[in-house]
Structure formats: C-alpha cells, structure tokens
C-alpha cells in the first residue's frame, strides 16, 4: 500500500497531520461551518490511511522507527511502532472519521457553542494519541501522555457552566497529579536504574531490580497512569461525562481510557517483560487490585441512576479486564489484554453514541426516562443494544472474542481469581445492561423529557449503525488483530 | 570583533554604567527608553559573546589596568557566570522592551528617565558580581545593585511599595553587611581578597575558627539577599508593589546572583578548607530549602493577588535551586544551576504575561480577572505556557531542571524518597495555585468590573516579547543543550575544589 508523502517519514506524517488539521480546522471555522467540517473530515480521512498504510508491515513484523532528537544525552524523542501501538494507532484513527461524522450531528443538533475550539482540541487529542501510540521510550510516552491530557481539558469544560468547571477540576487534577506524583518518579526511576527507557521486548528491568521494589515500581506506573482509571485513581472518569457525547465516545470510551491501558500493558511487556514479571512475586498484588476494580466498579455502575455515568463505571470495570488479564502474564491473557482494546472499544463507543443520540432526540438523561424509547428510536436502540451485549460477552459479538482468550489465558495459569472475577463481572454486567435493554423495548412509554419525537439525526444514526456493525464484524473477522498481538508474546526472547 | 573580545568581561559592566549617566541627562523618556534598551541589547550581546568565549576557552580572563592580582582587581567568566550573565542581561532587556508599553501606567514621563538610568546601574551592578574574581569587588557591585533596585522597587505608584522597599533594604543592608564583616575576617586570615587566592591561602591558615566564623556571617548574609526561607519575608511584598516590568527584572535574576555569590564563596574557598564543611552546608541549607518550597507553596495556594502569588511562587522555586546546591554532588549543582536559567525564563514570563494584565485591569487580583481570556486571549495563552513550565509539564524548560534535580536526589540513598517526594508535591501544589489563576481567567466572570475597567488585548509591542519569551520557554524545554551544557560544566568546576 502506497504511502502519502514518500520522503516524509509516515510516523513523522501521523503527528503532523493532525496538529496541521488543528490549525486548518481554526482558520476554516472562521470563514463557514460546513468547510471546518470538511476540513475535519479530510484530517481524519488522512491520518486514518496514513496509519493504516504503515499496519500490513508491521503484521509482517517489520518495526519501522525514528528518532526524532535528543533533548539531553540520554533522553530523546523516538518513536518506534510494535503491534500493540499499531493496532491502537489504527483503532484511534478509524473511529476518529466516523466520530467526526457522529459530532457532526451531534454538535449541531444540540446547537453547541464553540464548535470550532472543540474540533480543534479534538484533533490536537488524536495527535496525542498517536503519540503514545508510537512512543518508543518512556519519556516520549510521557510527553505524549501530559499533551493528551492537557489537550482534552478545554473539551471536557467545554461547556463552561459552573458544575462543568468543577468536574473538569476533578479530572485534570486527578490526571496532572498522578502523572507528576507517581508516573514521572516511576519513570526517572527507570531510567536510573536500566539507563534508558527504551521498549524492548522482554523488558530491560531484568538485571537491574529485585524484590520488593518490583512491586512498588510497578504501583507507581500502574496508579501514575491515571488513564487506566484503576480504582482509586478512576475518579476522572465520571467527571469527565460533563463533556459533550462526542468527547464520551471517542475520547474516553477510545483514545484517552485506552491510552492509558496500553501504556499500562505497553510497560508490562515491554519495560518490566511478561516473563520477569511472572516469576516475581511482589507483582501479585495487580491482579487483586484489578478484580477488586472490576468488581466494585461494577456494583457502583449497578447503582446509577445516570445513563453516561453508568456507562463510565462500566468503561472503569472493562479498562481494568485488560489490565488484569495483562497481569495474569500468560501468552493468551497477553494477547486477550490487546485484542479487549480493540472489543471493547467497539462496544461502548457504540453505547456512548447511543447516549448521546437519546439525549438529542429527547433530552433524556435518566435511565428511567428510557422506557419504551426503542420503539420510537429502534436504530438508537438496536445499536445499544449489540453494545450491552458486547459488555456482557455474548456471541456474536465482539466482546466475547477477547473474553474467550482472556479465559483461556487464566484457565492456562489456573488462574482462580480471574476466572471468578470474569464471571462474576459477567453476571453483573448483565444485571445492569439487560433490564435497560428490555425495558427501552418492551416497557411503557415513558411521560417525561420529549413526549413526541424520533430518532436521532442522520449523521449520528449512521455512525452508530457503523459502529454496532463493527461490533458484529470483529466477532467474525478478527483474524488480522490476533496475528498482530500474537507477535508480541511469540518473539523470542 | 575579535579585538573587542579580551576586554568584553570589563565591556558588560562599562557598558551600561557608562550608559546610565547619559540616559539620566535625556530630557526626553522615549529617548532615554531607546538608550537603555539599546544598553541592555549590547550587554546581551556581549554576554551570548562571552558564552562563546567560555565553551571554546573554558575562562575569559581580564585584569583591570593590567595589575596582576592578587595587588589588581581581577574579572573572570566562567560557564557558571556567562549562564548567569545570559539570564541577568536577558532578563533585563525583556523588562525594557515591555516597559516601552508599561511604565507610563505607572510612572510618569518626567521620571522615566532617571528611572532607566537607575535600571541600567542595577544592570551593571548585577553583571559586575557575576564577572568579578575578587570578594570585595562583589561587595562593590552588590551595593550598587540593591540600591538601584531599591529605587527601582520604589518607583510605582503604589504607596504601599514604600514600607516594602524600606524592608527589603534593612534586611538587605544587613545581609550585605555580614557579607561584609564575613569577608573582613577572611581577609583578616589570609590577607587577600582575590577569591581563587583566598583558596590557596586558607590552606596555611592555622587557626580556622575565625574562617568558620565568618562562612556563617557570609552564609546568612547572602540567604537574606537570595530570600532564603525563613529570611525571605522581604520578597513578596517587594515584588508585588513594584512596578509590572522591575518585576520581570528582579524576579528572573536578583536572588539567583546572591545564590551564585553563596556557592561560588563556599565552594571555592570554603569547601576545601574548612573540615566537614560540606556536612554543614548541606545540613543547613537541605531543610530549609524544603520547608521554603512546601511553605511557599501552600501560601501561594491561599493567595489571590496576583503578583504575590507569583513571588511566592518564586520562594518556592528559590528552595529547588538550594536542594539542589545542598546534594553537593555534579548532578545537583547541575540541577540548581539549569534551574535558576530555566525558572527566570518562566517567571519571567508569568510576569510579563501580567504585565500585559496591568495594561487593562487596575488590580491585579484573581477576583477581578474572571473570563479576561476571551478578551485577551494572546496574554493568557502566554500565562498558561509560563505556569506549565513553572509546574514542569514535559516540553518546557522547567521539566528540564526538574528532571535533573530529581535525578540528583535519587542519588543521595536514604534521603532520595523524601527528597523527591518533596519536589513532586511542590510540584503539584504549583498545579493548584496556577490553575486557580487558568480556570477564573478562562470559565469566570465579570473581569475588570470591580474597578470598572475597559478590557482589551494588550499591544503587539508588549505580547511580542511576551510570545518570545514563550517561545524560549518552548525551544529550551525541547533543546536544552546550551543551558545543560553550562552547568554541567559550571557543577564540575565547583565540585573540582572539593577536598
């Protein structure tokens, strides 16, 4: 497949782009509306074929990288592309157009304000994005990491008001502080102890630490990535439902949440090493203290009344299966871990668009103003519910490919706590999707919000159409998705 | 050039003193503006002149009337003062360049000139401590600067600024003083004043008591100067009655010179000489640097004027730049040094940012500025970049130092975790006190209506050395190599005359 630029390094064009379509986007905003749309549209167009141009050698398992500078002797600015950054790369991207088809119709049926600001920060967001996705050592990966960060901030306060504020507060707080407090000194720590922080397969702590500090190290990068939202550290998350649906979908249902899992299993197997790590006994506790999440963020999503929050808590439990399964250190886990991303970002941006097309049409929030809303919403409500399915696990869905491997893996280790917390997170996930699902079509309709009214605006209908059909697709094509994670588990060591 | 390249030490003090008496004399401020600037631009270029100099010779070297010392005054440049030199002259003509825009708010026309002439003496005698090798020379300088500074401090409108001034000059006049009498009794010992003699001599002093004595006098005489907790008290109010631009001036550059002083002395004269003398340092200096940075901080939190917040701001960074002199190790003086250029590029920053501020409200204060962004979005922009660097967000110059300093700590074995926990927390609290600021700047409400004030960007002659500074702040945070490459070799100099 032919690249765009051929002297321009393809990973260089994958940050130019989007930060160019920033600018692009600003200037087009102030001569017309549909123009800045377009112009969204191409960035997103671009960047998609940009990285999926660079996909087919990676599946052959070339690396292709490049070294940007060095800012000091020892710390530079590399990228360097494996298959768990590749296959994130292409998922953000992707969904980028099709939720840029969504906020289309969702920014203008709702009549938001600052339209332009916001797709602007949304494209300076993916460019983040794919700088964590390519970072080719831990300092790349916090630079990244703090631009996406602080990117995303004007977009969850977007609205401005006073309780929007307040809540974008919580989220940058908790964000900036995790990473400042406990990722920086985890990552300075590294870089003393092994020289570097370069990804290398298989790890370059090996030599260099033992015992106990194992353990604490691996704390201060799993609680300092604060976008993994591992509990207690998950607070931003809720906060950050303030933002418009668009921001929900594609930022934490996909690029932010999943950003920060993927640094988290990108550490796991590329700075620590699976097999190191197995044999080490202080790791233990991150299993425990991902069932715990899974768990408990499931009963709190049992008790919402609010239909973004309820999916946040949801994403909370779903982010910390890939985390565990990450942590039961076991070649079908690992690859279960990867292939979860990709799943479970299928299902919930599929739900969040859900969320905000009800909220369009209607102006419901609520769960309880959800009854009966299928029958006047039936493709909303179809989408929504493949996507409580994909939560669940049920076939044909794409969220029973991931949680096959990640039960294998653990039945491989005989691995108790996971297989319990799996179906016990199983059953809880149904008891809070399946009574909505059933009451959307078969329960009265219900008095409140707009009595009378349709389905959702075009352009987000069809994205969510996509989306669920995605769902479905990955259940029967996912074969390309699990060759590339099975790389990152059969090279040899 | 090159035959104006042996005399440039003694150039980057002639230049603006000589200057100062002719700016006094224009009757007119805007030709009294366009010389000093053109001063500072000059002493600018004579200090990126003598950087070059230093990289390629390692000292510039100048006797004054070809007297030899230790009988002749000596200037000497080294990586260590040429960084400095970088950060006192650029400072002083981003304060220039902004003022053209600033001053007449506050001060008015008729003064304007003896006010650029006081701010060219505080120019020369800052860079005069920095390129002279002789203690008493040092002593000279510094006089000439706080006495400038003072005036300059004093020059606002604010009546409040007076007892600030008066403060900052009983505490700086006894700092200065017990330097004095410090180096009276070194003097005393060995004879000479020239600091690189002075070393040599104090290896054949017999008794040391009066040495030691007088490393106390010189030590708490230069804290008080360098607003060291707990004798930094003077600062905040200084800093916040001056007028906008001496502001930028003395917040990017007057404390560091007297920290320069403090670890040039002790190093090169103390160290060697007086046993154990490193554990006294360090014990004396390490938790007063931390309580100055978690102190600070948490005043800085509760504060809402604006300026003050920011000079408290600057207590706290003061305390980074002593924890990381008081590692006694390469990698921490390193850390201070690239500090004290890193944080006078943000500060420096921070403040012109509110200098443009001042342009359209009266009262610098957080309840006043509520939703200014979106009248002034190029001067809060600039503000954001200058409190990210303050806060150390990767991609600015205050990551840089940052970095190096908790590497330094992570060195010191049983203090590296309390140590660094230290300089993440400050860090932290810097998130909070300056996003109070973001956050009201850019969600709030009702700017300027408290003092029914007209609200609009300020003038591109004002945001574009604002943005330049902004930019710098951008460029060393990804391209630290000349900053990194000065005091790295400026710690190994220092810590080549350990015993």
Known sequence: MSLLINDFDPILLTLLIPTVGALAIGIAGRINDNFRETVTLIT???????????????????????????????LEITFNIEPLGMMFACLASGLWIINSIYSIGYMRGNKEKHQTRFYIFFAVALAGAMGIAFAGNLFTLFLFYEALTLSTYPLVSHKGDEKTVRSARVYLGVLLTTSIG??????????????????????ILEDHINGPAIGLLLGLFVFGIGKGAMMPVHRWLPAAMVAPTPVSALLHAVAVVKAGVFAITKIIV???????????????????????TIIGASLVALQQTNLKRMLAYSTIAQLSYVIMAASVLKPLAEVGAAVHIVAHAFGKITLFFAAGAIYVASKKTELHQLSGIGRRMPWTMTAFSIGALSMIGVPPTAGFVSKWYILAGSFQSDNYVAITTIILSTVLNAAYFLPIVYMAWFGKDSREGQADHGEAPLPAVIALTITAALTILFFLFNGPVLELERQIVEVPR | MSSWTPHLPALQVVVPLMTAPLVALMGDRRLSWAMATTASLCALAIAIALVGEVREHGTAVYEMGLWEPPYGIALGVDAMSALLLLVVTGASTFGLLASASSLSSEVEHER???????????????????VTADAFNIFVFMEISSLSAYILIAGGPDKRALPSVFKYLAMGTIGATFYLIGVGLVYMMTGTLNLADMEQ??????????ILVAAGFITVGLALKAAIFPLHVWLPNAYTFAPNVVTVFLAACATKISIYVLIRFD?????????????????????????????????????????????????????????????????????SMLHMFNHAIAKGTAFLALACLALSVSQLDIKNIGGIAKQMPWTMAAFVVGGLSLIGVPGTAGFISKWYLIIAALDTGDLALPLVAVILIGSVMAVVYI???????????????????????????ILIPTWVAVLLNIWFGLAPGLPVELSSTAAKLLMGHMP
């Open chain 1, 44 to 74: 997103a167009g671009l960047l998609a074929y940009t990285v999926w141009g660079i996909a087919p050698e990676v599946l052959d398992g070339e690396r292709p990288s490049v070294k940007l500078f060095d800012i000091v002797p020892g």
């Open chain 2, 201 to 210: 001599r104090l290896a054949e002093v017999g008794d040391l008591k009066p």
């Open chain 2, 267 to 335: 190093f090169f004269v103390f160290q060697a000489n007086l046993s154990k003398h490193d554990w006294q340092f360090s014990y004396f200096l390490m938790p007063l640097a931390v309580l100055g940075i978690l102190v600070a901080s948490i005043v800085a939190i509760f504060e809402s004027n604006l300026k003050r917040l920011l000079a408290w701001s600057s207590v706290a960074q003061i305390g980074y730049i002593i924890l990381g002199a008081s590692l006694i190790s390469a990698a921490g003086l390193t850390a």
């Open chain 1, 270 to 292: 590329y700075i620590f090493g699976v097999d190191f790590l197995f044999s080490e006994p202080s790791s233990g506790w991150l299993i425990y203290a991902a069932s715990f």
């Open chain 2, 435 to 461: 996003w109070r600021v973001v956050e009201t700047a850019y969600f709030g409400q009702g700017a300027g209506l408290l003092t029914g004030d007209t609200i609009k960007e300020a003038p591109l002659a």
């Open chain 1, 182 to 203: 406990l990722l920086l000194p985890a990552i300075i720590w590294t870089y003393s102890l092994a020289g570097n922080g370069d990804f290398v397969l298989g790890g």
């Open chain 2, 112 to 130: 304007q000139p003896n006010f650029y002439a006081a701010w060219l003496l505080a120019l020369s005698g800052l860079s005069g401590i920095l």
